[in-house]
């Protein structure tokens, strides 16, 4: 696997929200609704959704 990252081969998984998912994740989180209710009406993780929200590229996207 080291190998094929080194020649870009292997990228890992595909993000399961991007766009305009992550700002409505983004803006529901900063408008008080609970981080689990986030997680299941999005079908991701909250581990995940903690992720994406302490990303910075998350708050210039808004």
Do not use: C, F, W
């Amino acid at each position: 696997m080291a190998a094929a990252k080194k020649r870009g081969a292997y990228k890992g998984r595909p993000r399961t929200l991007q766009g305009d998912k992550l700002r409505e994740v983004r803006n529901a989180a900063l408008a008080g609704t609970p981080k689990a209710q986030i997680a299941r009406e999005h079908g991701i993780s909250r581990s995940t959704l903690y992720r994406y929200l302490q990303q910075p590229s998350l708050a210039t996207e808004a």
